[in-house]
C-alpha cells in the first residue's frame, strides 16, 4: 500500500468515527472485506430512497431487492450503518441498539394494543425527551417516555424548553426531577443560552441523540438553536388548542458544527409499547422497591391489606397519579410480554409441526 492509500485509508476512517463507527460495526465489515462494499450511515429515510453519509460524502442510495421483503425486520431507518455499492443498500449491519415504539392507529380506541412495532431510529448513545413549559408539560407523559427509552435499553435526558414563559422554571423542573429519579433534567430558554451549553457534552464527535416528544414541543427549535442556524422548519403554536403542527414530516440525522449528531423526529401523539424489558421498574422504582416489602408476592398495589405502595400513598410520599399511571402501565406491558410469550409459542408449534409432516412425507416414500 503507497503511503497515499495509507492516508487516505486513515481519512476513511477518522470521517466513519465521527459519524459513530465503532468496534462492532468494523467486526462486521471485516467478513465482507472482499466483497467491495462500502459503509456508510443512514441519515434520511424517504419513501423510495435514503440518503447515506460517510462524513466524507453522501448518496442517495435505494435498496437491494432482497432486503424490502427481509423476514429479519432489518430493514434500514435514520442512523442504521448499512453496506452498499454502486448507491445501492445491500446489507444492514446488527444494531447496537434501537429506539422503538408500537406502530400508531390505536389513538383513543379503548383497551386497543398496537400490533406491529415501529423502529423509530438506531444506534443511539442519548435520548432527548423534550416537553415545553405549556400546555404540553405533563409528568405522566413524561413518565411515559421514560419507560418507553428503558424498555429500549437507552439513556433518556429530559429537556424542558420555553423555560422563559415562566418566572419560576425551577419549580417545574423539580417536580420532574421528583418523578424521573436518577435522570438528568434541563432548562433551556429561548432567550439564554446557558441550557443549551449544558447539552454539549451529548452532542461530542461520534455521538448520536434523537428527539422525542410532542408536536410544538420545541425539538426543530432546539436542533436550530444547536446548530447556530436554521437547519429544521418550525411552526408556530395554536393559540386556540396549544398544540404545535406537524412540521417534522421525516427523520434526519443532522451533523452538528461542534461535532455529535442529533436525529429530529415528528411528534408523537400515541406512546405505545412495543419493547418489553424493565422499562417500568428503572422508569418508577421506588414503587417496585416498596413493593419488595407489601404482605403478598403478587400485590396488585390496589386494595390489598399489608401494602407497602398504598401505606406509602397515604403518607403521601408517592402521588395517587403516579400510582395510577404505574399499575397502567404495567397492565399494558404484562399483556405485552403475555401475548409476545404465547406468540413464541405459536412458532415453535407451528415449527414442530412443520417438522412432524416432513418425517411423515418420508415414511411414505419409504
Given at each position: ?220 427549535t432546539l436542533v436550530n438553536r444547536l446548530y447556530g442556524k436554521t437547519v429544521q422548519l418550525t411552526g408556530a403554536i395554536s393559540t386556540h388548542v396549544g398544540k404545535g403542527k406537524h412540521i417534522t414530516t421525516s427523520r434526519d440525522l443532522i ?112
Amino acid at each position: 500500500m503507497s503511503i497515499k492509500q495509507d492516508t487516505n485509508k486513515n481519512d476513511n476512517i477518522h470521517h466513519l468515527l465521527q459519524m459513530g463507527w465503532s468496534t462492532h460495526f468494523q467486526t462486521q465489515l471485516e467478513r465482507f472485506s472482499n466483497d467491495g462494499l462500502i459503509p456508510a450511515r443512514v441519515i434520511g429515510v424517504r419513501k423510495n430512497s435514503f440518503r447515506t453519509s460517510n462524513g466524507k460524502s453522501e448518496w442517495l442510495a435505494t435498496l437491494a431487492g432482497k432486503l424490502k421483503h427481509s423476514a429479519d425486520g432489518m430493514y434500514p431507518v435514520t442512523g442504521d450503518w448499512v453496506l452498499m455499492t454502486d448507491a445501492v443498500i445491500s446489507r444492514v449491519l446488527v444494531r447496537v441498539n434501537a429506539l422503538s415504539r408500537g406502530a400508531s392507529g390505536t389513538h383513543n380506541k379503548q383497551d386497543a394494543q398496537p400490533q406491529k412495532g415501529q423502529i423509530i431510529a438506531a444506534n443511539l448513545d442519548t435520548v432527548f425527551i423534550v416537553s415545553g413549559l405549556d400546555r404540553d408539560f405533563n409528568l405522566r407523559r413524561i413518565e411515559r417516555y421514560l419507560t418507553l427509552v428503558y424498555n429500549c435499553g437507552l439513556n433518556p435526558v429530559i429537556i424542558l424548553t420555553k423555560a422563559d414563559l415562566h418566572h419560576d422554571p425551577e419549580h417545574f423542573m423539580g417536580e420532574v426531577e421528583a418523578v424521573a429519579l436518577g435522570v438528568p433534567v434541563h432548562l433551556v430558554s429561548a432567550s439564554d443560552e446557558t441550557g443549551l451549553i449544558s447539552l454539549e457534552p451529548y452532542l461530542t464527535p461520534g455521538r448520536t441523540t434523537t428527539m422525542m416528544g410532542s408536536s410544538g414541543a420545541g425539538k426543530s427549535t432546539l436542533v436550530n438553536r444547536l446548530y447556530g442556524k436554521t437547519v429544521q422548519l418550525t411552526g408556530a403554536i395554536s393559540t386556540h388548542v396549544g398544540k404545535g403542527k406537524h412540521i417534522t414530516t421525516s427523520r434526519d440525522l443532522i451533523m452538528m458544527p461542534k461535532g455529535g449528531m442529533v436525529i429530529d423526529n415528528p411528534g408523537i401523539r400515541e406512546i405505545s409499547f412495543w419493547e418489553v424489558d424493565k422499562g417500568i421498574e428503572a422508569a418508577f422504582p421506588e414503587i417496585e422497591k416498596l413493593g419488595l416489602g407489601c404482605r403478598f408476592t403478587n400485590c396488585n398495589h390496589t386494595h390489598e391489606p399489608g401494602c407497602r405502595v398504598l401505606g406509602a400513598v397515604h403518607e403521601g410520599e408517592i402521588s395517587k397519579d403516579r400510582l395510577e399511571n404505574y399499575r397502567k402501565m404495567k397492565r399494558e406491558l404484562d399483556y405485552m410480554s403475555h401475548r409476545q410469550l404465547k406468540s413464541a409459542d405459536r412458532v415453535e408449534k407451528e415449527r414442530w409441526k412443520e417438522v412432524a409432516l416432513k418425517i411423515k412425507a418420508i415414511k411414505k416414500r419409504r
